[in-house]
């Protein structure tokens, strides 16, 4: 005989529990609380006495696998204040209730059946006392409160900004390095080959290198001030000063100085990549233009006051001379110089034109006139001036057109390095480093996406056609291997 209730395998040739018939006047409500959709009750069904409360059928059906943990355990308000003795004489209770309802079973006709203990009651999964409910609820109120604590120790607690935080999200990196995230790991996997010589001449250890280039770009993009970047990564002041001032000598030494300076394109390597706007130039090597950054009153000394106030900006600056390739590549950068430098002489004291070859031209503006230090060969095209005539003429209108629209690039790499927040003014503790935190800025600008379109297309081709090969020969690699059998 099989257990009537849903998901019970309990049967009568093996268990040692009771089997009770069901009653006709409740005979709905058991089935109801069997759970069985398949069939209704028969006469032949029996329920286990696993399912009644200590084992009696006079208690009814109770304990099943979906209310485990659920059913109340209440104890008869009858019996509290009337015996104290009723803990100490319950168990013999149990026993005359079990052996009373036995023999009205016999009487019933159900013929004998075994006698079904507590302990019995307790062997299935899902019959759990009260006791052991109070106990576990206690537990849980434990690790809740445990749980809790913990909480307010990490709201109090203070977690460093770190570069993981951002580099899956490409809006959040230009926001504060200018970079994507490629970009960024290139940079910082060519200075993880490098060892840092610290300025302070001590190592924080604390912080990792990776941080480290996050701090520094923050710094150059944000010019958030030392205390900020303190707060943010958790650590002294100190040692924001210390991590910005050295990687700002390990990017310059690196990626300036070594790719950078000394080392402009030849011109057949701008011509294998020159935009279609440089059609009437089609010999151009390079685009130079002046740009002028502010700075603090070099301190009480007239002669530098002076050297240092522009007249142009009628602020004491500080001047260099860039030049872009004509694909819109930083390829030179000059030291900065007073802001009452004339471009003419940093042209001349920068030693740039000493790079350029016979058959190479320049394209600037009207400030830069520099026919007289050109060296053989080399040409120079600039808008043309009006002098005592009138107006252009139609030609040298459709020449002023032309030297534009080719040099509007050198005006964009120009609006690029300003937004770099720290060049918007120097003060006095970075002058000493200016001139290098303005060449840094400069070079990560090659590291942004490129500001021609045509360039940019050109360079997703070369990207693609450069998948496609590795694919190409992966897939060659594989088939060679299956050849000779050993793949």
Not at 233 to 260: D, P, Q, R, W, Y
Not at 308 to 331: I, L, M
Not at 422 to 447: G, W
Request: charged content about 25%.
């Amino acid at each position: 005989m099989l257990c009537f209730v849903a998901n019970c395998n309990y049967q009568s040739l093996r268990e040692t529990c009771s089997f009770f018939r069901f009653p006709k006047k409740t005979l709905k409500q058991w089935e109801k609380l069997c759970r069985r959709k398949d069939r209704t009750v028969t006469d032949s069904d029996r329920i286990c006495s696993c399912h009644f409360k200590d084992g009696l059928k006079v208690n009814g059906p109770t304990i099943f696998p979906w209310n485990q943990g659920k059913a109340f355990d209440f104890v008869d308000p009858n019996s509290i204040s009337r015996k104290t003795k009723q803990l100490d004489n319950s168990y013999d209770v149990h026993e005359e209730s079990e052996e009373a309802v036995r023999e009205t079973e016999v009487a019933e006709g159900d013929g004998p059946v075994p006698a079904v203990t507590m302990t019995e009651a307790l062997d299935h999964s899902y019959y759990r006392s009260c006791e052991s409910l109070v106990q576990e609820i206690m537990k849980l109120e434990q690790h809740i409160k445990s749980l809790e604590q913990e909480i307010e120790e990490l709201k109090t607690k203070k977690h460093p900004f770190t570069i993981d935080q951002i580099i899956d999200c490409e809006k959040k990196m230009l926001m504060y390095t200018t970079l994507k995230a490629d970009m960024f790991n290139i940079i910082d996997a060519t200075l993880q080959r490098f060892p840092l010589n610290y300025v302070d001449g001590w190592t924080p250890g604390a912080i990792s290198r990776r941080d480290q280039l996050l701090m520094t770009l923050m710094k150059l993009k944000l010019n958030s001030p030392i205390l900020d970047l303190a707060e943010r990564f958790c650590t002294s002041k100190a040692t924001i000063h210390n991590i910005v001032t050295t990687h700002i000598f390990a990017l310059h030494e690196v990626f300036f100085e070594g790719m950078i300076d000394n080392k402009m394109p030849s011109l057949l390597k701008c011509k294998s990549s020159m935009p279609a706007s440089f059609g009437d130039f089609s010999c151009c090597r390079l685009v130079i233009d002046a740009t002028e950054v502010t700075q603090d009153v070099p301190g009480q000394d007239m002669n530098a006051q002076s050297h240092t106030y522009s007249s142009y900006k009628n602020r004491h600056t500080v001047k260099s001379v860039t030049g872009v390739a004509p694909n819109g590549a930083v390829v030179y950068v000059s030291k900065l110089y007073p802001g009452s430098t004339s471009d003419v002489a940093i042209v001349d004291h920068s030693n740039m034109l000493a790079q350029l070859s016979p058959g190479d031209m320049i394209l600037a503006d009207k400030g830069f006139t520099i026919h007289s230090l050109l060296p053989s060969g080399v040409h120079l095209n600039i808008p043309p001036f009006l002098k005592d005539k009138g107006q252009y003429t139609p030609a040298e209108v459709q020449m002023c057109r032309k030297i534009a629209r080719s040099r509007i690039h050198i005006e964009r790499v120009n609006e690029r390095i300003k937004n770099f927040e720290i060049l918007s003014h120097i003060p006095q503790q970075f002058r000493h480093i200016s001139t290098k935190i303005f060449q840094v800025c400069s070079m990560l600008v090659n590291f942004q996406d490129p500001m021609i379109a045509e360039i940019a297309r050109a360079r997703a081709g070369l990207r693609k056609c450069r998948i496609l090969r590795q694919k190409f020969e992966i897939c060659d690699r594989k088939s060679r291997f299956a050849t000779k059998g050993t793949f």
